[in-house]
């Protein structure tokens, strides 16, 4: 079994910066495809960025590519994942949300990730 905890998420400006960790118990964590979603009130859960467990791809949603500047890392070593945000808007509020999974999988659809952290709350006022 693996537990996903994210931290880093909170308030901030229209503009503003944040970075999210997603911390995993996993001893395998290194071979598990990572990944971030985010789910805004009333709206379905959106794919927002993936990382390959080796860390040599990266992919993002559509939606967020050029919104905002945005980089999905990992330290093995340390069994984290991170999602920089910057230059945050009002429509990036939401619940951002860690998950993990055994690849290959299909890297956008929240249905292939087995393991899901609790989620964390990004507010961005205008």
């Known amino acids: 079994q693996v537990q996903l905890v994210e931290s880093g998420g909170g308030l901030v400006q229209a503009g503003g910066s944040l970075r999210l960790s997603c911390a995993a118990s996993a001893r395998t964590f290194s071979s598990h495809v990572m990944a971030w979603f985010r789910q805004a009130p009333g709206k379905e859960r959106e794919f927002v960025a993936a990382?390959?467990?080796?860390?040599?791809?990266?992919?993002?949603a559509d939606s967020v590519t050029g919104r905002f500047t945005i980089s999905i890392s990992r330290e093995n070593a340390r069994k984290t994942v991170y999602l920089q945000m910057n230059n945050l808007k009002p429509d990036d509020t939401a619940v951002y949300s860690c998950a993990g999974a055994r690849g290959p999988i299909s890297i956008r659809t929240a249905s292939q990730y087995a393991y899901w952290g609790q989620g964390t709350q990004v507010n961005v006022s205008s």
């Open positions: 990382i390959s467990d080796g860390g040599g791809g990266t992919y993002y």
